[in-house]
């Protein structure tokens, strides 16, 4: 059974950073491309980050490009996130995803105050 587990959100003030962890089990990590995603209240589901399963190549949204920063630890079977400078528009509900799958992790809310 594939699981997904986030963690690291919280509330932080503008400018502020935080490091988001995403922990998988019941799959092959290093096998699969892996991804950050978003969903703010009221809006639609937002692309944020992804990264490659092996070279760790990484692509990001525009509106997080020079500010996030993706990464993983095969080794640890996690997936991260960092952020800096956050800015209020970055308040969302932030997922994990395995790349291409239904697999998604339950969430974890990143509250940005101005």
């Known amino acids: 059974q594939v699981q997904l587990v986030e963690s690291g959100g919280g509330l932080v003030q503008a400018g502020g950073s935080l490091r988001l962890a995403c922990v998988a089990s019941?799959?092959?990590?290093?096998?699969?491309?892996m991804g950050w995603w978003r969903q703010a209240a009221g809006k639609e589901r937002e692309f944020v980050a992804a990264?490659?399963?092996?070279?760790?190549?990484?692509y990001y949204g525009d509106s997080v490009k020079g500010r996030f920063t993706i990464s993983r630890d095969n080794a640890k079977n996690t997936l991260y996130l960092h952020m800096n400078n956050l800015i209020p528009e970055d308040t969302a509900v932030y997922y994990c995803n395995v790349l291409g799958t239904a697999y998604w992790g339950q969430g974890t809310q990143v509250t940005v105050s101005s």
């Open positions: 990264i490659s399963r092996m070279n760790h190549t990484p």
């Open positions: 019941g799959l092959s990590f290093n096998t699969y491309a």
